[in-house]
């Protein structure tokens, strides 16, 4: 059966080649599309080194932080995740091209039918994570339309600018420029994650795989031939060697985002903290006001994300031992029964992803940063509050 899991990535990577990411000779090459890559990374960075340096302006107030560092640490990660897929670009490569062997073909119908199922609620996810930085750049630009029809000019992010934005077509250009491109570095945000979590999404499928033809070796299957010990020791070996491909990708996906996750889990926490210290000092019918909802729930989406399928990697990769215990090994010759052994004693180590070697990538994770996001916000309240007073 033709399962084209390379293809699912090369979808990715396409969109990613769109926001000028991802080259197919290699980006730093002196050539149209590098030219394309430094229009694109200095048009959308003009924008987040403004608004860096209005934070630095306006450090000593707790409020004006809040409401634009929120967004500024989010955007200027982003630069952070594009680098990640950049150098580790022979890594996603040889990722794509180890899927296509014919050992991470599903076998039967079921294994096809849990494969898909595996990879249509990625592409669930994939939408609802497309839609939520989408939709917190469009409300966060409605917000200026709203202050327009009041007479006020105001943009939808606060950023400084050496001249007079005010002033008609400036204000226009700007206008435009802070919704293109915080757009722009949003699809980058939500492609360079899902390239990621279709990887990961992508292995869970291989362990299906994996687990149903280790459970399946029988010696039922082989009754009609004289070497039937011989057959399921190929047959064994085969699923070792499948693993052994499998535990090669985990360890390339692995360095791919050790370090991004480790960021990903701190910029989270601070974003998720100062969100929340936005919205209590905003009134809740305010165009902002939903528009900082929308992107907290853009947020928590991002990082339940990597959580929930790093945890179903660990799960599936769970099951592993207890499949290969379900085969008919009694049948089996000695030397089979060796070699099965070897393959549940290697499959007993869970295959979980880590940020910086530390923090497991799982649903305990997600919940301890919601914890530590409000427990932080707690603090920077009391904090505000007896400022104020």
């Known amino acids: 059966m033709g399962f084209d899991f390379q293809e699912r990535t090369n979808k990715m990577l396409r969109r990613l080649r769109i926001m000028g990411v991802w080259s197919k000779h290699g980006l730093f090459r002196c050539d149209l599309y590098f030219l394309y890559f430094i229009t694109i990374f200095i048009y959308c960075n003009f924008h987040n080194m403004s608004q860096v340096v209005n934070l630095i302006q306006h450090y000593d107030d707790l409020e004006e932080v809040a409401s634009s560092g929120l967004l500024t640490l989010v955007k200027l990660f982003t630069n952070l995740k594009a680098y990640c897929v950049i150098r580790n670009r022979d890594k996603i490569l040889r990722i794509n091209e180890t899927v296509q062997k014919k050992s991470f073909q599903p076998r039967n119908s079921y294994q096809e ?8 609620i990625f592409d669930v996810m994939y939408i609802t994570h497309f839609c939520g930085p989408t939709a917190t750049v469009l409300f966060f630009g409605l917000y200026p339309i709203a202050e327009l029809l009041r007479g006020n000019r105001k943009l939808p992010f606060n950023a400084w600018y050496p001249y007079d934005y005010k002033i008609s077509p400036i204000y226009e250009l700007t206008y435009f420029h802070q919704l293109t491109a915080p757009f722009t570095m949003a699809q980058i945000q939500v492609h360079t994650d899902c390239l ?72 989270s926490t601070i974003s998720l903290c100062l969100t929340l210290l936005e919205l209590s000092v905003l009134s809740p019918a ?11 729930s853009a947020l928590m989406v991002e990082l339940l994300l990597f959580c929930w399928w790093g945890n179903l990697l660990i799960v599936k990769s769970q099951l592993l031992p207890q499949a290969a215990f379900e085969c008919d090994w009694l049948a089996g010759s000695i030397t089979f029964r060796k070699n099965l052994s070897f393959f549940i004693f290697r499959a007993q180590k869970e295959m979980a992803l880590y940020a910086v070697d530390f923090f497991k990538i799982s649903l305990g994770s997600f919940v301890l940063i919601l914890k530590n996001s409000y427990s932080f916000y707690a603090v920077l309240r009391r904090a505000n509050n007896a400022a104020t007073n």
């Open 196 to 267: 990621s979590i279709n990887l990961i999404a992508i292995l869970i499928a291989q362990l299906d795989i994996l687990a149903d033809n280790v459970k399946n070796i029988s010696r039922t299957k082989y009754q009609q031939s004289d070497k039937a010990s011989e057959m399921m020791e190929t047959e064994l070996l085969d699923c070792i060697q499948h693993h052994k491909e499998i535990l090669s990708c985990f360890g390339d996906v692995y360095q791919f985002l050790n370090i991004t996750m480790f960021a990903q889990f701190l910029i």
């Open 113 to 120: 039918k849990e494969a898909l199922s595996t990879l249509k």
């Open 286 to 296: 305010s165009t902002h006001f939903a528009a900082l909802i929308i992107y907290m």
